[in-house]
């Protein structure tokens, strides 16, 4: 088993043998392009991401900046959108669902380093899978950690850090994230807390 088919297995591996560091510079050649989009050529984004990434919807969207390690390793469903300073560590297979939405600065990590130094320090280093489902809404300045999986429907509150799984149809936040409540039917009548839609259409 060579260094890439560790990673992709979740074992403890080496970034830079077996072809793993040329893999990331062609991603960055990539994300580099796709960060110096002049204002005029936003229409290309589309186009640069479904190159990148191993599988999305056909409708997708990220406002630059957006840094990851290997692209193909991201797979998004319908309708995903995320605001400027996403970052993806994407060692491990990151999988979004559909209409996920994503605000400023988020961070989702599946790469890690072993606690002890003398581990640490071997250069072995490693990528657990993070899956976020369907109609998922993640907060501004959140850190999602390398296992984690979020549930369907759930709302992620601006900075938390989730360091376990979330369960669907919730509203958790904090450092480290828990559940805040269930999201109930009475929250579909109002936009921001208790402020209720004046409008027919939503």
């Not at 409708?59 to 998004?76: A, K, L, Q």
């Not at 491990?92 to 320090?121: L, M, Q, W």
Request: net charge negative.
């Amino acid at each position: 088993m060579n260094q890439k088919e560790r990673m992709l297995s979740g074992l403890p591996y080496k970034a830079w043998l077996d072809g793993l560091e040329a893999e990331r510079e062609a991603c960055k050649a990539v994300i580099y392009q796709f960060n110096l989009l002049r204002p005029e050529e936003r229409d290309r984004i589309p186009e640069i991401l479904k190159g990148l990434f191993g599988k999305t919807g056909e409708d997708i969207w990220i406002e630059p900046p957006f840094h990851c390690d290997y692209g193909w390793n991201i797979e998004t469903g319908e309708n995903f959108f995320a605001n400027y300073g996403l970052t993806v560590l994407d060692v491990g297979k990151v999988i979004f669902g559909d209409n996920v939405v994503i605000a400023p600065n988020v961070s989702i990590y599946t790469a890690g380093h072993p606690i002890h130094p003398e581990s640490r320090n071997s250069g072995y280093e490693y990528g657990i899978p993070i899956s976020i489902g369907n109609n998922v809404w993640i907060g501004g300045s959140v850190v999602i950690l390398p296992g984690v999986a979020i549930g369907d429907n759930a709302v992620i509150g601006a900075g938390s850090v989730v360091t376990k799984d979330i369960p669907g149809n919730v509203i958790a936040a904090g450092n480290p994230c828990r559940v805040i409540r269930t999201i109930t039917e009475e929250d579909r009548d109002f936009y921001y807390k208790n402020r209720k839609f004046d409008v027919e259409d939503y």
